[in-house]
């Protein structure tokens, strides 16, 4: 059964940083690129921050937030991170942890919540 179990959300004032991280399980995680979204409150769900499969070479970052979030993987812990530096109260949102391996599987995380705010 695979699993991702998001952790590191919580509460940081603006100009901050916080570090996701997404622990998989039950999965060929090197196999899987990885990816992080999230949705705010009223808004869709988007994507922020991707990496590929393997060692990660390809990584992708919405507009927003190019050069303050940093997405990588270990592949040995099975665990993808978002660093996110500079946050914005903008950021604030649920961030949820994806998996997909081609176009047969895929998986979400439960979330984790993020706010920023003074």
């Known amino acids: 059964q695979v699993q991702l179990v998001e952790s590191g959300g919580g509460l940081v004032q603006p100009g901050g940083s916080l570090r996701l991280s997404c622990a998989a399980s039950?999965?060929?995680?090197?196999?899987?690129?990885m990816a992080w979204y999230r949705q705010a409150p009223g808004k869709q769900r988007e994507l922020v921050a991707s990496?590929?499969?393997?060692?990660?070479?390809?990584?992708n970052y919405a507009a927003s937030v190019k050069g303050r979030f940093t997405i990588s993987r270990d592949n040995a812990e099975k665990t993808v991170y978002l660093q996110m530096n500079s946050l914005k109260p903008e950021d604030t949102a649920v961030y949820y942890c994806?998996?997909?391996?081609?176009?047969?599987?895929?998986?979400w995380g439960q979330g984790t919540q993020v706010t920023v705010s003074s």
């Open positions: 990496i590929s499969s393997g060692s990660g070479g390809t990584t």
């Open positions: 994806y998996a997909k391996f081609q176009s047969l599987y895929d998986y």
């Open positions: 039950g999965m060929r995680f090197s196999m899987y690129m």
